[in-house]
């Protein structure tokens, strides 16, 4: 039997430039035996819809820090619908008003993580939200 890493796709959404925090939490998925593939920053949201859908991938973790993830994440999110890959968990962290985020989680986002989540609670959310998906075909 062999099992097959999962792939995580890491992005930077819009013109936050700063990525320290997904270069830590890749590197941290990296470690976890995940196959992460890192975007880079200033990415639209059809740029993170095509690379999920060509990467193939299990699950997408979004890092806003730049206060505009009640407009990036639901266009992301529709992008993903849109190719048929609305049961790829999305997974958001950054600075995140406790005030959002009831209605991104509404909207279908998996897990929100704001300072000072530790790496390894966002590598078990990760292998949760991707143990949770719908099998994809």
Not at 106 to 127: E, K, L, N, S
Request: cysteine-free; charged content about 20%.
């Amino acid at each position: 039997m062999t099992t097959t890493k999962l792939r995580i796709l890491i992005a930077k959404p819009g013109l936050d430039g700063h990525d320290r925090g997904a270069k830590v939490i890749a590197r941290a998925l990296r470690d976890a035996g995940f196959e992460v593939i890192y975007t880079g920053l200033r990415q639209t949201p059809e740029m993170i819809a095509e690379a999920a859908l060509q990467e193939d991938v299990d699950a997408i973790g979004l890092s806003i820090l730049s206060g505009a993830h009640m407009a990036l994440v639901p266009r992301v999110l529709e992008l993903l619908s849109a190719q048929g890959q609305d049961g790829v968990p999305l997974l958001l962290g950054g600075i995140i008003p406790d005030e959002d985020i009831p209605e991104l989680k509404q909207r279908g986002v998996a897990a929100i993580f704001g300072p000072g989540t530790t790496t390894d609670a966002v590598v078990a959310a990760f292998q949760q939200a991707a143990a949770d998906a719908p099998p994809r075909s």
